[in-house]
């Protein structure tokens, strides 16, 4: 049985996407990839953050989400996730949308365009536990939507 993990999404079983890993034994992160290359301009007011593709899906336990955070180099590449963390829940894992494919949102807050290139670390996964609270009336909808589609049910 399938408790929490990562997965490649559809239509990049081919492009030698690496299922991410911890680089040491007491880290709480996954280390993710970009899925291809990939470049951020410099930000200007009013502009949307870049999407940085990851070519991943990830599965976790139904009182569980992913979150998605920067390294801590990032800021001093740079790089600004424009959500300052993300969240995927369980259920956006292999959704009709888009498969579950998540992706890292970045600005640019550098002097100069920034090149992402396939391989590089974008950010980093932490698995998650939620808490819910006394008498919760969490609506019955089912997502159908790949990416930011919450807000759209």
Same mark, same amino acid.
């Given at each position: 049985?399938k408790t929490r993990g990562?997965?490649?999404?559809?239509?990049?079983?081919?492009?030698?996407?690496?299922?991410?890993? =911890?680089?040491?034994?007491?880290?709480?992160?996954?280390?993710?990839?970009?899925?291809?290359?990939?470049?951020?301009?410099?930000?200007?007011?009013?502009?949307?953050?870049?999407?940085?593709?990851?070519?991943?899906?990830?599965?976790?336990?139904?009182?569980?989400?992913?979150?998605?955070?920067n390294r801590s180099s990032?800021?001093?590449?740079?790089?600004?996730?424009?959500?300052?963390i993300g969240i995927v829940?369980?259920?956006?894992?292999?959704?009709?949308?888009?498969?579950?494919?998540?992706?890292?949102?970045?600005?640019?807050?550098?002097?100069?365009?920034?090149?992402?290139?396939?391989?590089?670390?974008?950010?980093?996964?932490?698995?998650?536990?939620?808490?819910?609270?006394?008498?919760?009336?969490?609506?019955?909808?089912? =997502?159908?939507?790949?990416?930011?589609?919450?807000?759209?049910?």
């Amino acid at each position: 049985m399938k408790t929490r993990g990562f997965e490649i999404v559809k239509g990049y079983e081919d492009k030698d996407i690496h299922i991410p890993i =911890r680089k040491t034994k007491y880290a709480a992160g996954y280390d993710v990839e970009a899925a291809e290359d990939t470049t951020i301009p410099v930000y200007t007011p009013g502009m949307k953050p870049t999407l940085i593709p990851t070519g991943l899906k990830a599965y976790c336990e139904p009182d569980e989400f992913i979150m998605l955070v920067n390294r801590s180099s990032g800021p001093k590449k740079g790089f600004l996730m424009a959500n300052s963390i993300g969240i995927v829940d369980h259920d956006y894992y292999g959704n009709e949308g888009n498969d579950g494919h998540f992706y890292f949102q970045y600005f640019n807050c550098s002097d100069h365009e920034i090149i992402v290139h396939k391989g590089d670390i974008i950010g980093q996964v932490i698995f998650q536990k939620y808490l819910t609270i006394d008498n919760d009336v969490a609506l019955n909808n089912i =997502r159908k939507g790949g990416f930011g589609s919450t807000d759209s049910q």
